[in-house]
């Protein structure tokens, strides 16, 4: 069993910042890509940022230049630095993970429970 625990949301200004940490635990043998989603009241769920166990980073064009991804493959951990944050990023943010579980030493796609941000004007 593998979990992944988002923190770090919460309510912010536009223009404020915020840091999203999100930790994978459990029978874990690697981890290959890691990422970050959103979704907001009544659209799907949207790619944000990505990044691979080898450091490759992928981002949505929305959120080019204000936010950036890490990870920490010792701690099982990816992180989501948002800055310059305005109100079209409210949304509630979901942690994702590829994760190739010790037993079966297969992929598995492990997401979290979501953690809510709010942007205010």
């Known amino acids: 069993q593998v979990q992944l625990v988002e923190s770090g949301g919460g309510l912010v200004q536009a223009g404020g910042s915020l840091r999203l940490t999100c930790a994978a635990s459990?029978?874990?043998?690697?981890?290959?890509?890691m990422g970050w989603y959103r979704q907001a009241p009544g659209k799907q769920r949207d790619l944000v940022a990505s990044?691979?166990?080898?450091?490759?980073?992928n981002y949505a064009d929305s959120v080019k230049g204000r936010f950036t991804i890490s990870r920490d493959n010792a701690k099982n951990t990816v992180y989501l630095q948002m800055n310059s944050l305005n109100p079209e990023d409210t949304a509630v943010y979901y942690c994702?993970?590829?994760?190739?579980?010790?037993?079966?030493?297969?992929?598995?796609?492990?997401w979290g429970q979501g953690t809510q941000v709010t942007v205010s004007s």
């Open positions: 990044i691979t166990s080898g450091g490759n980073t």
């Open positions: 994702n993970a590829d994760v190739i579980i010790r037993a079966f030493l297969t992929p598995t796609m492990v």
């Open positions: 459990g029978s874990i043998f690697s981890i290959n890509n």
